[in-house]
């Protein structure tokens, strides 16, 4: 099945399928929507407005056997940073899109009328439908009654109630293989579809397959990729434990953001941690180790049930759990796991949405540690769109603009996730850096300056972290395109190869010559090309810096402040 561009006008309520054009032939997940709104979207445009695009592209490999490949990239200009935004998830939608022999969904233009739809696309295109029902549900019931409504195994794409407000950080929600949610939750892309009047999407790719040009090839070289990442004791602790076996390393570390950003460590972080977690789920009959997506051999995401052993939340991770936990002092974890669930319905970003109570908190709105107040004013207040919950849903910059504070953790708008700059400071690097605002997954140096992944740069100094995140946003940047998750990186930078593998995959798949060169080379042009357009936006050098009180406020307990220099910042950009 040759792959198309299924483009959907919501200004006329038109669509089409159309040949993917030779210079986007080559591009994949977040290399391809990055590329398509640097062409199509104005980027000085109002990002709620019609001249914004949303773009949906699985990666180069998903849809085919490759261990981890089941990412779904999602892009568009951001309502929350202003500038270029992608965002990757898990979930069904990214493997069924590429059997359906979709390069790409571009949803352009917004309806006349107020009224609101879904799309339905099958190989053969895609279908608009009025949609009344399920308009002001939240997620999960648009999951339920979609289960009785479609035929098959199909994927849905859908919004909750902050997608249909176009909150700042409104997310967009992917079914997962067991009717659970996966959410392509940073930038606030989730209020561009709210603002194009799309409940949701559903994907059914009939009986499509994905070519590969030597199958043989293919095996053989999944096989030794998968290997490499199952072996890898990074990955089999993040099976053992998920991602949240990292509040102990990080608390340890002195890096754990603590009350709205004002310490390091968190006197709360056992009763939070992995550990404490994956006890609890052992004890309440949940899942320890759960796939996001189909042919995950990391297996990282778990069931959390509650305490009369009913299913709670899942997906349950580290940076959400630090986010409620930690930022917020809360230390119980079933309040935790429950504000998970509401912000799941709701279609809201953890990350954001959290760091924006705990600035909250220091506005006095509520007080540290309380946990039940959390889960009330998501309910009562975000959920309902009153005015307090619609200023704690357009994020933690708002918040602190509304309250009139100065500690207000966010670069370019988007809130700081679970790692503190001030005591790591190659991630620091990486939130003032990248080009979607502060984004650990953007290069994830904690795996070298905390994990001793592919060596170890002393998280305290200033020596080797522009260095270490410049090569791990270039590598990210190509991972995104292929639609794998970031945790292959662990291997990648250990076994040598893990790396080799996967460029032969892409081989294997395309018919090609590629070698480990040409994906450093388009992992920088990525970034030079999501720079470009942030640029012509109008953010500049002076964006590139984090909030003030990283500068002169010591966190402790290292009592360090995060002190590079606007030149040495600016390095970062030299190749």
């Given amino acids: 099945m040759t792959d198309k561009i299924f483009r959907v006008n919501m200004s006329t309520l038109t669509t089409s399928v159309e040949e993917v054009p030779a210079e986007w032939a080559g591009h994949g997940g977040r290399g391809l929507t990055s590329t398509i709104v640097a062409a199509e979207v104005n980027p000085t445009c109002h990002p709620l407005g019609s001249a914004n695009k949303l773009v949906i592209a699985p990666g180069l490999l998903s849809g085919t056997v490759a261990a981890n490949s089941g990412r779904i990239s999602i892009g568009a200009k951001s309502p929350l940073t202003g500038t270029i935004k992608e965002s990757n998830a898990g979930g069904t939608a990214a493997q069924l899109l590429a059997r359906a022999g979709c390069k790409a969904i571009i949803i352009e233009g917004v309806p006349g009328e107020d009224k609101w739809y879904s799309l339905a696309l099958t190989p053969e295109g895609i279908t608009i439908n009025e949609e009344t029902e399920l308009i002001g549900k ?81 095996k053989q070289a999944n096989r030794v990729f998968a290997k490499a990442l199952v072996d890898h004791p990074i990955s089999q602790g993040l099976g053992q434990y998920g991602t949240n076996v990292l509040v102990n390393i990080i608390n340890e570390a002195g890096g754990l953001p603590t009350r709205n950003f004002t310490s390091g460590q968190f006197d709360g972080h056992e009763a939070i941690s992995g550990e404490t977690m994956h006890d609890t789920i052992l004890e309440r009959g949940g899942k320890v180790k759960h796939n996001c997506h189909a042919g ?10 509650d305490a009369k052993k009913e299913k709670l939340t899942s997906g349950f991770e580290y940076e959400s759990i630090w986010a409620m936990g930690a930022d917020c002092c809360v230390d119980n974890l079933d309040h935790i796991a429950e504000a998970d669930r509401i912000m799941d319905d709701i279609g809201i970003d953890t990350i954001e949405t959290s760091v924006a109570m705990g ?36 994020g933690a910059g708002a918040v602190g603009r509304a ?94 190869t893990c790396l080799p593998a996967l460029v032969d995959m892409l081989n294997a798949r395309f018919d090609l010559n590629l070698t480990g ?50 030149e040495e910042i600016a390095t970062f950009w030299d190749f």
């Fill in 138 to 218: 939240g997620n999960f019931e648009v999951l339920s009654v979609l289960d009785s409504r479609l035929e098959g195994k199909q994927a849905v794409l859908t919004i909750g109630q902050a997608g249909e407000m176009r909150l700042a950080a409104a997310n967009i929600s992917i079914k997962d293989p067991d009717g659970g949610l996966r959410s392509s939750g940073r930038g606030g892309l989730g209020a561009v579809m709210g603002s194009k009047k799309i409940k949701f999407i559903t994907i059914d790719p009939k009986d499509g397959k994905v070519a590969i040009a030597d199958p043989d090839k293919f």
């Fill in 296 to 305: 995950c051999v990391i297996q990282c995401s778990q069931v959390y049930h």
């Fill in 403 to 496: 309250f009139g504070l100065t500690r207000v953790p966010v670069v370019k708008n988007q809130a700081i996730p679970a790692y503190d700059p001030r005591a790591i400071k190659g991630i620091g690097i990486t939130y003032a850096t990248s080009t979607q605002g502060a984004d650990h997954t953007m290069g994830y140096t904690i795996a070298t300056n905390i994990l001793n992944v592919g060596g170890n740069v002393d998280p305290l100094t200033k020596e080797g972290q522009v260095e270490l995140s410049r090569n791990l946003q270039v590598a990210t940047a190509a991972i995104d395109s292929t639609g794998m998750c970031l945790f292959i990186a662990f291997a990648a930078l250990d076994n040598e």
């Fill in 517 to 566: 060169d040409d994906v450093v080379s388009l992992g920088q042009s990525i970034l030079k090309t999501e720079r470009a357009f942030n640029s012509a936006a109008g953010f500049t050098a002076a964006d590139d810096r984090l909030p003030e009180f990283f500068y002169t406020e010591p966190l402790p307990p290292h009592n360090t402040v995060f002190d590079f220099s606007d």
């Fill in 359 to 394: 600035v909250a908190m220091e506005g006095g709105v509520l007080e540290f540690g309380d946990g039940a107040g959390v889960c009330r004013i998501l309910k009562e207040e975000v959920a309902s769109g009153s005015a307090l919950g619609r200023i704690i849903g357009n």
